[in-house]
């Protein structure tokens, strides 16, 4: 049975905007570009099951829709781009069965021109189709925020920039079938290049409090406190936390540079790029240091990491932190093992840590113990107390009962 829906690239993109599809009532069509990181819960499946979604038999499937959105993952590519290969792939695919009169809207993250100079001409040629007039073209920026539970695609304003005014319109009718607000851009490269800033946006701030986190503790300030009060400012200010690294899937190398940015760079989004690259090296000296004050060395010492994954309660590993802390203790000497709710097994470069079972058990015997994600399931008050020493990279624990970042 055709669907009105078919969502080209099942992973931290596309999974989302399948369940908000399922969910407002639209018959939707999974097909998928690759090994994709998207997930779901048995009862997230479930309900999308019952809610009438089903994956594609095959890629004729995908010419008997009336909208196609591609979110296939962009990685990192070695030129320090985007590796635009499962767009371009489903672009193929897509081509070959695309239909006059489909609107089809990219959500990938993509650097500002993709959608015009890359994707038009990959649908066109292999439909022989010409977008603006046979079919409709769009971009559109994920907003996906995994975990959030006070803003979903239902309430968070959707951006759309069209080929033409008649293309925007076309795909705002589609996303204001899941959305409160539809906002319409001039055009694709301005909807591109909203992705751009959003990101960008994101990683500047943090690095800006992370490198605070690193001279407040020289100078012997608590920073935490400095961000509670300065976030009682009503204008001007928007908080950020530091952390020990910034992990997720839309990094800001990743919408700069490559062969469609011309190689253009942003120096402030590069200088925070390596700021944030830093965390994880201040992290392990920060625990080292802790080590040798209480008289123990990193060598040989037994290191507890809680929290494994790059966002709190979800079990997305992408881009963590996490990994480059293990790897640094390792080389240190340190034995490293990790409690996470959500992660039943973990391997840093091809060797499996040891997963502790009992958390409070394994705090007490650890030498040290970092916090590195802030899970709802943890007693933080109760870890403070169990743990010889305790690092809090989030500030999550009760002023003074751990040594924070």
Partial sequence: MPADLAVIGLGPYGLPLAQAAVAAGISTLGYRTGPEAGSLSPAELR???????????????????????????????????????????A?????????????????????????????????????????????????????????????????????????????????????????????????????????????????????????????????????????????????????????????GHAVPRDLTGGSLGGGRTLRMVELARQVNDQMPRYVVQRGAALLNEHGKSARGARVLLLGVTYKPDLADQQGTPAQEVAVRLMELGAAVSYHDPHIPSWSVLDRPVPRADSLYEAAADADLTILLQQHRTYDLQGLSVKAQLLLDTRGATPTGAAHRL
């Avoid at 690193?214 to 509670?228: E, N, P, S, Y």
């Fill in 91 to 247: 672009a193929r695919t897509l081509s070959t069965h695309l239909r006059p009169h489909t609107t089809v809207i990219l959500e990938s993250p993509v650097p500002p021109g993709t959608t015009e100079e890359f994707l038009r001409p990959l649908l066109e040629k292999g439909s022989g189709l010409r977008a603006g007039r046979d079919f409709h073209l769009a971009y559109s920026p994920s907003r996906v925020d995994p975990g959030n539970r006070d803003f979903t695609p239902a309430n968070t304003p959707k951006v759309i920039g069209g080929l033409t005014p008649a293309c925007t319109e076309s795909a705002a009718a589609f996303y204001s079938r899941l959305t409160d607000k539809v906002v319409r851009a001039r055009g694709p490269r301005e909807a591109e290049t909203v992705q751009l800033l959003e990101t960008n946006f994101r990683h500047v701030n943090i690095a800006l409090v992370n490198e605070m986190a690193v001279l407040c503790h020289d100078l012997g300030v608590d920073l935490w406190d400095v961000i509670r009060c300065a976030e009682t400012k009503p204008f001007g200010f928007q908080a950020f936390r530091p952390g020990p690294g910034v992990g």
């Fill in 47 to 89: 309900r999308m099951l019952s809610g009438g979604f089903r994956t594609a038999a095959g890629p004729a499937e995908l010419g008997r829709v009336r909208t196609a959105v591609i979110c296939a993952p962009t990685p990192p590519a070695p030129d320090g781009g985007l590796d635009l290969n499962q767009v371009e792939g």
